[in-house]
C-alpha cells in the first residue's frame, strides 16, 4: 500500500466521497459532486453498455476540465469509477480499457480482488481502493497492493457491513497508515468530523445523495428518503440473498410483510420477472435517513455538510482549549 496516500484527502473542499450507488449514480451526481469539492464516484456497470460507459467517461471528463477553466483556483474533487472485478462481471476487460483511456484518478474495486486494476491505474498514476467489510478482506487488498480501503461499517444502506464505523477504523489502522474510507450510517459533517477523529481519512456517504436532484433515483424514492427515520429501515436477506437494509414502506408496497420477512429470496427478480425487482422497485438506504430534509441540489447538501463540519471542528477545539485551561 502506498505510504503517504492519506494526502490525497487534504487537496478535497470537505473529506467526503458521494458513494458509488446501484442504478442510481450517473454523471450528473459525480460531477456536481466534484464541481462542489468533494469525490464524485459512481458503478461503471450503471452504464448498461461498453458505449455508454464511454459516454458518461467522456461527459464527466468534459465538465470537470471545462469547470477547472471556467473557475481557476476552485477545489474541485477527483471522480471516481467504481469497478466490480468478480469474474461475474463479463465486462470488466472492456471497462478497464475505458479506465486506462479516460484514467479516472481513482478506482474503487467491490466484490472481488483490487489486483486487476492495480497495474493499470498505478500506470498512470491513480489510487486504487478497495471495498472491504471485514478485517480479512482489508488483510488481501493490502497484499495486493491497494492504496486504500473503502470500509463498509453497519448502517450502511444496500448490502450493508457488520461492523462499527470506529472499531472498523481502529482495527484497521493497526494494518495501514494508508488511505482509509469509512462508511455506514454517516450523513452529516458531524459524523464526518467524528470519523476524521477516529482516524479515518474520507468518509463515504450514499444515503445521503439520495434525495438530491442529480440524483437518478424516482422521486417516491426521493421523498420516500425524506419521509423515513432511523426506525423506518429493515436489514434482511430476503430480496438478495444477502443481508441489505432496506426501506420498510419500500417493502410493503412491494407486498412483503415487514414482521415476518423469510430468511431468503422466496420470488424471481430476473429481467423476465413483471413482479417487483429488486434495487429497482425496492429501495434501499442507509441509517443517515434521519438527516435528509427535502430534495436539493448536491451543492446545497455540500454546503450543509461543510458548515455542520466546521461547527463540529469548532466544538472539539473550544472544548480543547477549555480542559487546557482548566487548572492541574
Not at 187 to 194: E, I, L, Q, T
Not at 271 to 285: E, L, N, Y
Not at 304 to 327: F, G
Request: charged share 20%; aromatic share 6%; with cysteine.
Amino acid at each position: 500500500m502506498h505510504r503517504g496516500s492519506s494526502r490525497f484527502a487534504l487537496s478535497l473542499r470537505l473529506p467526503v466521497v458521494a458513494a458509488p450507488m446501484f442504478l442510481i449514480t450517473g454523471p450528473e451526481l459525480v460531477i456536481e459532486a466534484c464541481r462542489a469539492g468533494i469525490v464524485g464516484a459512481f458503478p461503471t456497470v450503471n452504464a448498461r453498455t461498453v458505449e455508454e460507459l464511454d459516454a458518461w467517461m467522456t461527459r464527466i471528463t468534459d465538465a470537470l476540465r471545462a469547470d477547472s477553466v471556467a473557475r481557476p483556483g476552485a477545489t474541485i474533487g477527483p471522480w471516481a469509477a467504481n469497478l466490480i472485478t468478480h469474474s461475474t462481471n463479463l465486462r470488466l476487460r472492456q471497462d478497464l480499457e475505458l479506465v486506462a483511456r479516460y484514467q479516472p484518478p481513482v478506482v474503487i474495486t467491490a466484490l472481488g480482488s483490487p489486483k486487476p486494476a492495480i497495474d493499470l491505474v498505478h500506470g498512470y498514476g491513480g489510487l486504487v481502493i478497495a471495498d472491504v467489510v471485514n478485517l480479512a478482506l482489508a488483510k488481501k487488498a493490502i497484499d495486493a497492493g491497494a492504496d486504500g480501503l473503502a470500509c463498509i461499517s453497519s448502517g450502511a444502506g444496500g448490502h450493508t457491513g457488520f461492523l462499527s464505523p470506529f472499531a472498523f477504523i481502529s482495527a484497521v489502522r493497526e494494518l495501514t497508515d494508508g488511505l482509509v474510507i469509512v462508511g455506514g450510517g454517516i450523513a452529516d459533517g458531524y459524523g464526518v468530523a467524528g470519523a476524521i477523529a477516529a482516524g479515518a481519512d474520507l468518509v463515504y456517504m450514499g444515503t445521503r445523495f439520495i434525495a438530491t436532484q442529480e440524483c437518478r433515483a424516482v422521486d417516491d424514492y426521493k421523498q420516500m428518503v425524506v419521509a423515513a427515520t432511523i426506525d423506518d429501515l429493515l436489514v434482511s436477506a430476503s430480496i438478495t440473498g444477502t443481508p441489505a437494509s432496506w426501506l420498510k414502506a419500500s417493502l410493503s408496497r412491494n407486498g412483503f410483510d415487514v414482521n415476518a420477512m423469510p430468511d431468503k429470496p422466496e420470488r424471481n427478480y430476473d429481467s423476465s420477472s413483471t413482479g417487483p425487482k429488486r434495487w429497482k422497485d425496492v429501495w434501499a438506504a442507509g441509517q443517515g435517513v434521519g438527516a435528509i430534509q427535502a430534495i436539493e441540489p448536491v451543492s446545497v447538501v455540500v454546503d450543509t455538510l461543510a458548515r455542520e463540519y466546521a461547527a463540529a471542528l469548532a466544538r472539539v477545539a473550544a472544548l480543547s482549549a477549555a480542559s487546557k485551561a482548566r487548572p492541574a
